[in-house]
T-cell receptor, first 119, second 115 residues
């Protein structure tokens, strides 16, 4: 079973509009972290935002916010006021606390959503 | 500037010719890891290191070696590269490994082509 599911392979958004990228996850661990990364066409992987499973408030970092709905196991990324430079692949990832000591705490990635911002 | 530095960024080589991809971080991070990214398969962990002299296999370790003799460096070694190791490789590091809230910071990636 997929641990991280991103159901939108590709999305378009008009410049200056907001966009939501979906992410659902599957874990039996009570303690976990959720991350979003951006991968531009140049290939690098850029950390955007983090949400902890025990955090009561949704995380925000500048134009990025994370809509965390724990009961639904969803962690959607919201980008406000899209810019042309936001065009990239976006990955949702999870790290489970129980796996840290016996499986190296690896990040489990979704398949990504390719976002295109139109002028 | 805090960063993870990988070299080379791009490499085209031939089957069987040993190569090393270097990774260095200047953030005093204990945890380091290597991933490979392939179309349709996403990112998969190759090896990781909890601290100096402590390394262990990830999901796809076959054909790779690593070492962690110093805290800042975590090279990836392909002793006898094969075409199925053609991929985009990432080194990542994070501060400690005590919890789930440490983001892994990635290098810029190394595109390897094995002919």
């Amino acid at each position: 079973a997929q641990k991280i599911t991103q159901t939108q392979p590709g999305m378009f958004v008009q410049e200056k509009e907001a966009v939501t990228l979906d992410c659902t996850y599957d874990t039996s661990d009570q303690s976990y972290g959720l991350f979003w990364y951006k991968q531009p066409s140049s290939g690098e992987m850029i950390f955007l935002i983090y949400q902890g499973s025990y955090d009561e408030q949704n995380a925000t970092e500048g134009r990025y916010s994370l809509n965390f709905q724990k009961a639904r196991k969803s962690a959607n990324l919201v980008i406000s006021a899209s810019q042309l430079g936001d065009s990239a692949m976006y990955f949702c990832a999870m790290r489970e606390a129980k796996k840290i000591y016996n499986q190296g705490g690896k990040l489990i990635f979704g398949q990504g959503t390719e976002l295109s911002v139109k002028p | 500037e805090a960063q993870v530095t990988q070299n080379p960024r791009y490499l085209i080589t031939v089957t069987g010719k040993k190569l090393t991809v270097t990774c260095s971080q200047n953030m005093n991070h204990e945890y380091m890891s290597w991933y490979r990214q392939d179309p349709g398969l996403g990112l998969r962990q190759i090896y990781y290191s909890m601290n100096v002299e402590v390394t262990d296999k990830g999901d796809v370790p076959e054909g790779y070696k690593v070492s962690r003799k110093e805290k800042r460096n975590f090279p990836l070694i392909l002793e006898s590269p094969s075409p199925n190791q053609t991929s985009l490789y990432f080194c990542a590091s994070s501060l400690g490994d005590r919890g789930t809230n440490q983001p892994q910071h990635f290098g810029d990636g190394t595109r390897l082509s094995i002919l």
